[in-house]
């Protein structure tokens, strides 16, 4: 790929620290991300040099194994690397076990007073632990979660969020402030310390995103763990996408951030799209089609809103990252179409110009725009994907002869 492929992929390169570290041609771009020490939730890993993770929950009765399982499944095809299911009650753990053989995904059992459900949800296979030890009783209890936790090889995140910090900070601070959230995250992470358990990371989430972000900065340079980042009870679909999308894209500019959650009263699956698009924005993480379109005006060659809204149903299910510009006329067009790997510019008389990797190919009609460039699509992904699988065969060590 080129163009714009082609310098993201140095700037890839030169991220995950391969030879091409200093050959970044558009630095402007680059994100240097917080150096943090890796954990595993499951087979995903988080922290280091792992790529961010996308993640959501469940919004199902947890007891009910079939119908969470329906949503996971929905959830994994839109891309997600980890899902929270929460166990408020041992009915919900004692399904969790079916869940996780079920479903492909880490599960993260979100706990939140009661020790035995942690354990319970250990026991039943659940790759993390959302749980904040200091909310869970004796020291003995907290001792016997851990060591569930070891046993099970679960790995726990602390969350703490701003509408339910402990009493004392409160007095302490006088509201919800940066200083007191941090405190709260810094006293539950130096319990499992205590006990040496380290398979930890933390979350400081609030509504309100300035405080999000100040928390998560100061967060950062006070502790090396890895940090689950989201802005908390951000709204409905459009309203939460644009709150989480500043308060998330400050915090990943910044290099801050392992893992994400956007948090939405919508299908779980939006939010794991939001989560995407909000990666794919930053150059952080790239997942299916790219698609680069214009407002329209007067000058528009053909209905640029109603193709683009048809075209983003048809190329839901392409995973392979690419990029697909559509620009209802000539005056930016052949420029943005010169940036993605295939481009539509509407021209006059009912066409207009197809773009292969940059460069003008073939005119179409306007009617056959949709079905066109699908096809496009679908056949560069397919080029992509047998591409990848032939340099992944390649670099596979081979038998010496005679052996």
Not at 249 to 265: C, E, K, P
Request: glycine letters at 10%.
């Amino acid at each position: 790929m080129g163009g714009y492929w082609a310098g993201h992929g140095r700037q890839e390169a030169r991220r995950h620290g391969s030879p091409a570290t200093d050959m970044s041609i558009r630095p402007w771009r680059d994100i240097d991300r917080r150096k943090s020490r890796q954990i595993r939730v499951g087979s995903v890993l988080v922290g280091g040099d792992a790529p961010i993770s996308v993640q959501t929950m469940t919004n199902t009765l947890t007891s009910d194994a079939k119908a969470t399982i329906d949503q996971i499944r929905r959830i994994e095809e839109a891309g997600c690397d980890i899902v929270r299911v929460s166990c408020p009650d041992e009915d919900s753990t004692a399904a969790l076990g079916e869940i996780v053989r079920a479903t492909k995904l880490p599960i993260v059992a979100d706990i939140h007073f009661h020790y035995k459900r942690a354990i319970e949800a250990a026991e039943a296979g659940a790759a993390c632990l959302r749980i904040n030890p200091g909310n869970i009783g004796s020291e003995a209890r907290v001792r016997e979660v851990v060591q569930a936790a070891k046993d099970h090889g679960c790995s726990m995140r602390i969350g703490v969020n701003a509408g339910s910090l402990e009493r004392d900070l409160l007095e302490k601070y006088g509201e919800p402030c940066p200083e007191a959230m941090v405190e709260s995250a810094l006293d539950h992470a130096r319990i499992l310390q205590d006990h040496d358990f380290h398979e930890f990371k933390l979350s400081v989430k609030a509504s309100d995103p300035f405080l999000t972000v100040a928390a998560y900065q100061q967060l950062a340079e006070a502790i090396d763990c890895p940090l689950h980042i989201g802005v908390t009870e951000a709204g409905g679909l459009m309203t939460g996408t644009i709150k989480s999308s500043i308060g998330l894209g400050m915090l990943l500019w910044g290099g801050i951030g392992d893992t994400i959650r956007v948090s939405l009263s919508a299908d779980p699956v939006e939010e794991v799209k939001v989560g995407f698009d909000i990666l794919k924005s930053l150059n952080l993480r790239h997942r299916g089609v790219t698609i680069i379109s214009c407002p329209s005006c007067a000058r528009q060659g053909f209905d640029v809103i109603g193709t683009v809204k048809v075209l983003e149903e048809r190329l839901a299910h392409i995973a392979t990252p690419m990029s697909l510009s559509v620009i209802g006329c000539v005056v930016n067009g052949p420029g943005e179409a010169e940036q993605t790997d295939i481009g539509f510019t509407g021209g006059g008389a009912g066409a207009g110009m197809v773009y292969i990797a940059g460069l003008s190919d073939h005119k179409i009609r306007n009617e056959e725009i949709v079905d066109h460039l699908v096809g496009l699509v679908e056949a560069k992904a397919k080029e992509i994907e047998a591409a990848r699988a032939a340099d992944e065969a390649a670099s596979e060590p081979r038998a010496l002869a005679g052996d």
